[in-house]
């Protein structure tokens, strides 16, 4: 069946540092969620890439689509205490509406 | 307004019982949709709703789960015999319609089967 990973698992950096998971699906997707899960909490939507190749930008974060529809990148730039928790792609694939996570990057920020 | 409510948040029970898990989406979404996280690990896509019917039940991991949404609002996520590998956290998501695909997840019911 579909699958979707991401690298790295974990990921430890000092406040104001750089951070960038990756996400591989085995197949091609119809668009790409992105989500935040804080320790304990419920994950939530942050961002959805529907174009081959597209780009967004929400203040210090940055999401890619692969132009292969495939994969796909978050990038955060200066990282600050409040990033904290595990981020998760999630793929959309065909005609169905359920989300297929990826196996999700913990980011813990040190200050 | 209000978002995804869940209940109960925690559920404790015995292996060999049934349990009944509730889901309250936000009002006016037609799309519902269950998941279930183990720890350490992403979502896992049990069953989508659209409206009253089941959209899709391919995640469904065996015939003790089934989940009901009769009147196209509240959802039942029911587990028959639970076993010990039931244990997890069921989180259940609406959205706004079939298409739209931004999910608002619920809090979660943490589920221990002892």
């Known amino acids: 069946g579909q699958q979707v990973m991401q690298i790295p698992q974990y990921q430890h950096v000092q406040e104001g540092e750089d951070f960038t998971t990756y996400c591989n699906s085995s197949t091609t997707l119809s668009n790409i969620q992105w989500y935040k899960q804080r320790p304990g909490g419920h994950p939530v939507f942050l961002i959805q890439l529907v174009k081959s190749g597209e780009v967004k930008k929400q203040k210090r974060l940055t999401f890619q689509f692969g132009e292969a529809k495939k994969n796909s990148s978050l990038h955060i730039t200066a990282t600050q205490t409040t990033d904290v928790g595990t981020y998760f792609c999630?793929?959309?694939?065909?005609?169905?509406?359920?989300?297929?996570f990826g196996t999700g990057t913990l980011l813990a920020v040190q200050p | 307004g209000a978002g995804v409510s869940q209940t109960p948040s925690n559920k404790v029970t015995e292996k060999g019982k049934y349990v009944e898990l509730r889901c309250d989406p936000i009002s006016g979404h037609t799309a519902l949709y269950w998941y279930r996280q183990s720890l350490g690990q992403g979502p896992e896509f049990l069953i989508y709703?659209?409206?009253?019917?089941?959209?899709?039940d391919s995640g469904l991991p065996n015939d003790r789960f089934f989940a009901v949404r009769p009147e196209g609002s509240v959802s039942t996520l029911k587990i028959q015999r639970t076993e010990r590998g039931d244990s997890a956290v069921y989180l259940c998501?609406?959205?706004?319609?079939?298409?739209?695909?931004?999910?608002?997840f619920g809090p979660g019911t943490r589920l221990t089967v002892l």
């Open positions: 709703f659209q409206g009253t019917g089941a959209a899709d």
């Open positions: 998501a609406s959205s706004l319609r079939q298409g739209y695909n931004e999910q608002f």
């Open positions: 999630a793929g959309v694939s065909g005609a169905t509406n359920k989300l297929i």
